[in-house]
């Protein structure tokens, strides 16, 4: 079982409010990501990191922003809610590059999800 | 670019039928190909992978067999439950852009009925 965990869970909030999904993993895993999954379960990279002090963008351009100033955290933020960034966002590992890295397989390791509504 | 094609849902089938969920994708070189399954209100879990052409991931009675000639990854099950009631992503690795996330699928919901 990974040990990755989203928090919160479901987050309720008004529009123009900042927010941050925090993510932590404890496998010690260098590479992160979030994806934000739509209504129709589509999933789109929005972030990743290769490890500490690096971030990048993904495939779907996002107003939120990510640090990564811990390996094990990795918070995602949006600094003025709106109705349109209501989503389900999905935090997920992978242990490439680490001692025990599963480099050629990819295997991502996701947390439960944080399911955000902006009124 | 890499992309990943698998059948639209809704799926639905009555219990002990026999599931094939259709993948194939597009992609340079040689990528590892996965199957996820992500429950109500869950994130996703890994279902089974294959790394390369000609090999068979299965877990839980599912299989799905790498084609390299064909580019398919298709799911079955030759007797689905109740229980397997979610939705379903196939996925590939791509190139080192992207760190090495997963290009998925859209996603197929499968619910089975007793």
């Known amino acids: 079982e990974a040990d990755i965990y989203q928090t919160p869970r479901y987050l309720v909030i008004g529009t123009g409010k900042k927010i941050t999904l925090e993510c932590s993993q404890t496998m010690g895993h260098d590479k992160m990501y979030w994806y934000q999954q739509d209504p129709g379960m589509e999933l789109h990279l929005i972030h990743y990191s290769y490890g500490v002090n690096s971030t990048e963008k993904g495939d779907l351009s996002s107003e939120s922003t990510v640090s990564r100033i811990r390996t094990e955290h990795f918070p995602l933020t949006l600094e003025s809610a709106r109705p349109s960034h209501t989503s389900q966002y999905l935090c997920a590992s992978n242990p490439a590059g680490t001692a025990r890295g599963r480099f050629e397989t990819g295997e991502l390791f996701f947390g439960e999800g944080s399911r955000l509504t902006v009124l | 670019g890499n992309s990943v094609t698998q059948m639209e849902g809704p799926v639905t089938l009555s219990e002990e039928a026999f599931l094939t969920i259709n993948c194939t994708y597009t992609a340079t070189g040689y990528p590892s190909l996965f199957w996820y399954v992500q429950y109500p209100g869950e994130g996703l879990q890994l279902l089974l992978k294959?790394?390369?052409?000609?090999d068979k991931g299965s877990n839980k009675g599912f299989e799905a067999t790498y084609r390299k000639e064909t580019t398919s990854f298709h799911l079955e099950k030759g007797s689905v439950q109740v229980s397997d009631s979610a939705v379903y992503f196939c996925a590939l690795t791509p190139n080192s852009n992207s760190g090495y996330a997963l290009n998925f699928g859209k996603g197929t919901s499968l619910l089975v009925t007793p």
């Open positions: 294959a790394t390369k052409a000609d």
